[in-house]
């Protein structure tokens, strides 16, 4: 019983987010992206949470209850597979022969509103390891008069 | 908790404050963990609770015995075992709305959760820097005069 | 002379040593008045204690309420806690002194 798993786990989270973020970032600034290095244009990326159990294995021996506390990780960034939008611009140099560019398919309003979530959970993460940091740092003054 | 001179400083109530201090701790990694898992899909969140078993171990008004008593009949209704130990009670938190992903982490309660924990945890650290400091001065000045 | 124990222990030897300054004074200062005058004081004495005690058992019942979470009253047991200890100190200091006003009179040659 550490006060430090608490704060591994909420630091997972954190890390998490911020990946999460990254991503979200780069979703938004490709948004009119027409050429990428696989060739066609930018695909939206998206992350994938997945819940692993915080202790390390030699460790689940000593947990108290039956059920195992969970950290969070990223287990895969993958790309969105939905058809690209097609946009009538004849005179963009990527434009294909019916004068078609395709576009990524991405909104920015859902990107923003993704951002301000996960802006939110990474707050909530770091309220969270505070709240640990102040309990390891409370205990620490028992018994100073 | 060993008897004797060291055994006989320290109440029943003393042994409740040590071990709640210890309950609120995992209580903490529990909400850590569910704070991490906000948006892990799937995600069920966890609810950690010993407050009816303490208070089966608090004893009744102006009882003063150390927490290891020697008779069993002190504790009974199975919250609590004899040699003072109680088994707190990790659950799956009911939750009338379960998001789209499967996740049922209410981020807010958490929040209100972990800042009453945090701050019981601290006034529970508080009453027993009081009762060590009672007992520092009397040792001090207890033998003047 | 002290007794190193709980609080509520630390009370009763207390207690114990004011009953003994009592009886000794009785014994060694037989004029009449002076042991009136110590008896009313010695009695203000034990009931201040035990009113100490009290206070004392009360905060150990608000402060175990608060830790295992049946009452959250928080500036509530903080203040019964602080009242029970500064009359515990308080206590202790007026022993302390009771104590050197005995042994000084002891001192007087008479």
Known sequence: ?145 | MSGGLIGGLFTRGDYVKMGALNQRLERQHVINSNVANAETPGYRALGYDFEEQLQALSGSEGDNIPMQASDPRHYINGMADADGTITPEVYLRPTESVGQDGNTVDVDQEMAAMAENQILYKATVELINKKIGTLKYAIANGGNG | MSTIGSGFKFNDAMMGQLHDLKDRSKMEMPSGGKTEGKTSFMDHLNAAIKEVNTDQVTADKKATDLANGKDTNIHETMLASSEAELGFNMMVQVRNKALQAYQEIMRMPV
């Open chain 1, 1 to 145: 019983m550490s006060f430090f798993k608490a704060m591994n786990i909420s630091s997972s989270g954190l890390a998490a987010q911020r990946v999460r973020m990254n991503v979200l970032s780069s979703n938004l600034a490709n948004v009119n992206t027409t050429r990428t290095p696989e060739g066609g244009p930018y695909k939206r990326e998206d992350v994938v949470f997945s819940a692993t159990n915080a202790s390390d294995f030699e460790n689940m021996l000593d947990e108290d209850y039956g059920t195992e506390l969970k950290k969070v990780q990223v287990v895969d960034i993958h790309k969105d597979t939905k058809a690209p939008r097609m946009v009538l611009d004849p005179a963009h140099p990527d434009a294909n022969a019916d004068g078609y560019v395709a576009m990524p398919n991405i909104q920015t309003m859902t990107e923003m509103v993704n951002m301000i979530a996960a802006t939110r959970a990474f707050e909530a993460n770091t309220t969270a390891l505070n709240s640990a940091k102040s309990m390891a740092s409370t205990a620490i003054e028992i018994g100073r008069a």
